[in-house]
């Protein structure tokens, strides 16, 4: 009992004398982790979900939903883009799938082709 008592005994010294570790950072790690850092800064998006209420190769036609829809819903920003051959509109910038489906339940009514789709939104503003 006392050989288990002793050897814990000097474990215990041995760990709390030498067991604090140095950490050595490489200069180039540091410059790598800020440049992630800056990055991610610079950054204006991120992987998110939106509801898309239009498609089609009318300009004229996809702006006039847009407008409609930001009259109709203010509160959910709506984005018209374009991808050979046809005009897009899409609103809301959600996180998560269950955030863009909240939306999809409020908007269904007044747009039937209406569905979730993943894009890049724009990160909130602080």
């Not at 610079?42 to 004229?60: D, E, L, M, T």
């Not at 829809?69 to 046809?86: V, W």
Request: net charge positive; with cysteine; proline share 5%.
């Amino acid at each position: 009992m006392r050989k288990i008592f002793l050897c814990a005994l000097l474990f215990s010294i041995v760990v709390n004398v030498f067991g604090q570790p140095t950490v050595n950072v490489d200069s180039q790690l540091k410059k790598l982790a800020d440049r992630h850092v800056a990055y991610n800064k610079a950054k204006k998006s991120s992987p998110g979900y939106r509801v898309q209420i239009h498609f089609g190769n009318a300009r004229q036609k996809a702006q006039d939903i847009k407008t409609e829809c930001e009259s109709m819903f203010p509160n959910i920003p709506a984005y018209l883009t374009y991808q050979a051959p046809n005009f897009k509109v899409r609103i809301g910038d959600c996180k998560t799938r269950w955030e863009a489906a909240k939306i999809l339940e409020e908007v269904k009514n007044n747009f039937d082709v209406a569905f979730i789709v993943k894009d890049e939104i724009a990160l909130p503003k602080l």
